[in-house]
């Protein structure tokens, strides 16, 4: 497969609690990798492009499932050079992880371990495959993939019969933080 760097600079944004926000801003802490079995686009430090909207509501559904985790939600905006980039929003990148995930699971049977399923908003399939095939195709090119950034169709139909849903979005995982360019503090939403 042949390799392009992404040299495409994003605006993204991340739903947490006003905490997290003064932390990074304030105190130069580093945001921390989301290391969670159902995540959509494997392990990364989450991001909304061009979404702080979105942003905001997840930190706002996030409060109601586990007020102790966000007490109030708030949005930290980012400038994230995407990097070797592995998009899914770039057919062959969709075409490869196909075939990793043949492969993933052939391992798994071989190796009498369940395969996941995916669980409505939970991608416990998608984030196995991800994980099984990033780092397999990183040894095979030499390239190290440094985000992975994908769009999903979320929600209720924007109107009768559309394909438009309410929620949809691009999202991006942030593998290398090194990508992340710097920090802001995005007021007009708030």
Not at 3 to 15: E, K, M, N, V
Not at 83 to 102: S, V
Not at 117 to 135: E, M, Q
Request: charged letters at 25%; aromatic letters at 12%; hydrophobic letters at 40%.
């Amino acid at each position: 497969m042949r390799h392009f760097d992404y040299q495409r600079t994003i605006i993204a944004y991340h739903g947490c609690d006003e905490s997290v926000v003064k932390r990074v801003l304030w105190n130069g802490e580093p945001l921390s990798k989301s290391e969670n079995d159902y995540d959509w686009l494997g392990y990364g430090i989450y991001f909304w492009e061009f979404g702080p909207e979105r942003a905001l509501e997840w930190a706002f559904e996030q409060k109601k499932r586990t007020p102790k985790r966000i007490k109030k939600p708030a949005v930290l905006g980012a400038v994230i050079q995407l990097g070797n980039c592995f998009d899914l929003l770039d057919t062959r990148y969709t075409k490869t992880l196909a075939e990793a995930h043949e492969a993933f699971v052939d391992t798994r049977r071989q190796s009498d371990l369940v395969i996941p399923n995916n669980r409505g908003l939970l991608h416990d399939l998608d984030c196995s495959v991800i994980n099984f095939a990033l780092p397999r195709l990183e040894v095979a090119t030499g390239v190290s993939f440094q985000s992975v950034r994908g769009c999903f169709q979320e929600g209720v139909p924007a109107f009768a019969e559309s394909e438009i849903r309410m929620k949809s979005h691009v999202q991006v995982a942030v593998r290398d933080p090194d990508c992340i360019l710097g920090y802001f503090h995005p007021t007009s939403i708030l």
